[in-house]
């Protein structure tokens, strides 16, 4: 059986790519998830059939080890009384033997007595000696030729002979008397004879019952038979299926296996290519942080602090009751500012700048609106300032402290004054510094570019093509 089902088809799967190359495409775990389900519910009813059938094998094989016990039984009784019937067998030919021995023994003595008897012609010496006697007196009595007289004397002595003969055969029918057992063997025979049917009786009473046990058996095995080849058969065809089925599992774990190894191998490239981008970013950022350098180096480093201490100066100056200070705090301006423009050429104050706004400037911070803030009017009979907190922020930011009093304004200004003119140095150095080091940092930026280059064009070979570097180098 095929265990395709109709209707079942394969979704199609659209083909991924990859930078590198084609991507395996994903598993269609329905496709598969609904072959294994075909087979194993086609598996659960052979199965089901096949414990059916079983268990119909085993209601008529039960008992099995019952009967194998009796027969056993039996058995060991019919070979016992095989044994005992081939032992009085045994016995009895032996009996036989010893009888026929016997009676051949017996014939032959009296064959032999019957030979010598018929040889000697007396039955016992007495007869011998009254021959004798009778022959000693017709000697004696008798007038007797010399040859009747020589045929007497050889009688005689023949007879004479002939006495031992007597003895000996008296002594052989003792003998053959003594040895005649063969009654004794006829009776041990008899009861031999009577042991050996009794057994055999016993024999065939337990054959008999050992061939009703097995037609039993036979009886209740009928159609058996028929039952193990169809369970025979089921099996078979079960064994068919779990072999289709283990093929299409292992078809199924084989393409997940292959997809995972995709999805490995696509995430070693996109870890490469990450790797790439990160490499190319940083160092573009690297390139991008050295040129802003350079770009910056035109701007004066401080500027913000100059002009917070110069609007500091003249919030001070708002202060002071007299035009004599105001005055003096100008002329420390001007000068501070010529010799900025003999050193920088580039600082001037705010309010000799020319400007040019092409958009609306932007809302002053409060670093320059409050030290711009209208004062209150101070007269000559002000012994204390009072300052908002946010003025006071700006002192603490300058590192000056806010004059308390009219007295302060002369060491804030002086104090103010020399942080500019601390900054404006700075501002001096700083630009001396920039100019020693641009060569260094040109060269830097393009060994940066140099490289960012590489980086870009090694990314740009795995980036995907959706990329915005890719779409970049394109336009």
Known sequence: MSGKREGVQRAPVREKTTALGPRVPGVDKKFYDDKIEALEAQLKTLQSKQTSVNKSVSDKT???DEFIRQRDVAKAAVDGLSKQVEQLEASKNKIQEAISSKLKQGQEQHAELNAMTKSIGFKSEKEIDDKISRIEYSMQTETLDLKRERDLIAELSKLKQLKPQILKLKNLKAGATVDDSVGGLRAELAGVQKQLSEARDEKRKLSAALGKIIETRKKAMEGVSDLVGERDDLWQTIKKIQTELKQIKDEKFTKIREFQASLAKVKVERAEREKLEKSFKDAEAIRRKLEDELLNEDVLPFSDQVELAENTIKYCTKLVPEVKTEEKKSAFVAKDVSELKDVSKVFVSKSEREET?????????????????????????????THSLDTLGLFATLKVDAPAAPKDLEKTISALTAKIAELKQKQVDIVADRKAKRAEKEQALAEATKHAETAKAEFLKVAPADHPAVAAAHN
């Open 357 to 385: 706004f092409f958009v609306a400037p932007k809302k002053k911070t409060a670093s320059t609106v409050s030290v711009t803030a209208q004062p209150s009017t101070v007269s000559s009979s002000v012994k204390s300032f």
């Open 62 to 64: 039960g008992g099995k």
